[in-house]
């Protein structure tokens, strides 16, 4: 998986990066962002690759997919820059003539709509019978903003995405304009894109074909949120790209591809897959991120996720699942430095020049100097006085900015889809949430399962441990106790029936049900 033959160079500057180590691993880049962002993020490419045929065409590494995106500067405008809408229609009691002038000279003059829109919004009066219908519109589609109460600025609110016109990209008002920005949208969700777009060619056909009627500009919700825009295509910005993922393969593309397909495939009303396709997202991604760290270590597969499901009190399982977490949590560092003595300090030519005795320790220090410019693009000049110091100053950098920048987004995916959590405690464990066991099940369960086979899945797919079972083999012995997993499984049946998404039997056997299968 991590062999030279399935990786390819990136193909951009690494001007703005410190040292090109995470990003060699795991991909420019994985890094903390508002939760919500990472589905806005992924649908916003989707549907930019949409509009030019391009949806989930195969990618590959050397490759730099570009699209533009949506910005909506009148939608955004109308919805978070205008804050006395509200009020000046009690003001106008009852008048409309005199709300729609107060309102459009007070949008003449306050919107922020760049030198290629005018502030202009009297096209408004011909959609609207009145202004009180207008004011309707508006609240509406306020009430679906992503992350409610939010102290961001206007320019980084989002709507919950019931048409492609509800998807824009996040951007900062910079002199008259505007500019990209990658504060909110951090790249995680076009991760994402471009591991369904390296998943096998059946999976994103099937994908393309379940996501594609997302992006159709026709429907009754869309052409509610362009009867806020006056043109007939909503505005969009520069074309970008330039985000990275290293492989041509990896156990976790069609693993993501195959869930995300299973949960479009329930055909759920309008946009309602995407409330369960968001946690998944979030998942996927963590394990991604664990998978390939384990790879670097020279280990197949998943390491074990053990999985307390909430209980009243501290036990064996809840302290398992705290040390499952740790260890998982600790893979990383030591996949930074496997690469760096793998990639880096394993070169021939390099070990022999530091080895000449010729050579005197400050010549050895900048031909090292040198080679780490050449091989991880070192930007930072490293005050060492010898070659064995620079080494050592290395190792500590790059673990230091993979915990800043990669290890904090892997947490960020991990706690925001609802695998991690502090609950009960102050110190991170696995204990997933109803709202990802139910994204699980939706997307694994097609016809009754027992719970026992189904706990054997999750073990086998995703290497999930909840019962006692599964954790006999993977969990520390130490850390093992029969009555305390049972108890554990137990939670996690009860947990199911109460969301509906099982059912005991008469013969004392419990059930895993999907009930969004009458869907289909």
Known sequence: MISLANTEPYFGSKDRNEAWVAEAIWGHRLERQPFSALLLEFLGM?????????????SEPGENPTYAANRCLQLRNLLFNNPRMEEILRNAQGSDEDAWAVWLKLMKDGA??????????????????????????????????????????????????????????????????????????????????????????ALRTKIRDLLAPSFEPNTSRNRLVMSLISSAEPDRGEMKGGTYLPYKTHPAFDRLAEDVAAILSLNLPDQDSFQYLQPLFGFHLYLYGLETANAWLGNRGLPPITCEILAPRSDLVRKAAGESYNHNDGIGTLAVRKFLETTVFSDAQLQKTLADDSLDDLAKKEYLADHLVRTVSLKKSLEASDPRRLTEMVYSLSTQLYRKGTADGLTGLATG???????????????????????????????????????????????????????????????????????????????LVGMGLAQRMSDACTYVLNPMESFT
């Not at 989707?46 to 195969?58: H, I, P, S, T, V």
């Not at 099940?441 to 706990?455: G, K, M, Q, R």
């Not at 086998?460 to 599964?470: A, L």
């Open 112 to 201: 922020s709509l760049g030198d290629r829109i005018a502030a202009d919004f009297s096209y408004l009066r011909t959609r609207f019978d009145t202004f009180s219908e207008l004011v309707s519109v508006v609240r509406l589609l306020r009430r679906i903003t992503a992350d409610p109460g939010s102290e961001r600025s206007w320019t980084m609110q989002f709507l919950f995405p019931i048409g492609p016109a509800a998807l824009y990209e996040a951007i900062y008002e910079k002199g008259d304009g505007f500019e990209q920005t990658r504060r909110v949208f951090t790249r995680t969700g076009e991760i994402a894109y471009l591991m369904l777009s390296r998943a096998s060619e």
């Open 417 to 495: 889809c609802g695998l991690v959590s502090r609950r009960g405690t102050n110190r991170y464990r696995y204990a997933p949430t109803d709202e990802l066991l139910r994204a699980l099940v939706f997307a694994n369960v097609t016809s009754p399962i027992e719970e026992s086979a189904f706990l054997r899945h999750l073990r086998s797919r995703y290497h999930i441990v909840i019962g006692p079972s599964e954790a006999k083999g993977d969990v520390l012995s130490y850390l093992f106790d029969e009555t305390d997993f049972k108890k554990n499984r137990d939670r996690f049946g009860q947990h």
């Open 46 to 58: 989707a549907e930019g690759m949409f509009r030019q045929g391009k949806l989930l065409e195969r």
